[in-house]
């Protein structure tokens, strides 16, 4: 083999290379495209509307790791709504009234009527 060919072979090598690696970065974009499309596509966008209870994300309660504790705290109402998603709120015992990002509320539901709930008694078991 003589030097011409060895370089012309070296140059096909390189750019195979070069295809396969932009191959590579094509499909990892369209893998990267699919899977925001899919996790986006599972996202429930939230409608508040004014006079709706909703709950606050107190991020300083995540300081302290706890299973057991909400991290969501009182009932507030929505007092306005502005643009990119900025909500003013109404704290009902306190009066006062803070805007917030939007995305640290959530609507508040509700206790269900404890009149749906049945009882049921249980007899004491008896051992042999």
């Not at 094509?26 to 699919?34: A, P």
Request: glycine residues 4%; contains cysteine.
């Amino acid at each position: 083999m003589t030097t011409d060919e060895a370089g012309c072979h070296r140059k096909l090598q390189v750019q195979e290379l070069e295809k396969i690696r932009d191959d590579a970065y094509e499909s990892s974009r369209i893998y990267k495209d699919k899977t925001k499309a899919f996790h986006d596509h599972a996202i429930s966008r939230k409608a508040l509307i004014v006079g709706q209870k909703v709950l606050l994300f107190h991020s300083k309660l995540k300081l302290f790791p706890n299973k057991l504790r909400s991290h969501w705290v009182e009932p507030f109402v929505v007092a306005q709504i502005f643009p990119h998603s900025t909500v003013e709120i109404k704290s009902p015992t306190t009066k006062k009234v803070f805007k917030v990002n939007g995305h640290k509320l959530k609507p508040f539901y509700e206790g269900f009527q404890s009149t749906l709930a049945e009882k049921i008694h249980l007899l004491e078991p008896t051992c042999i």
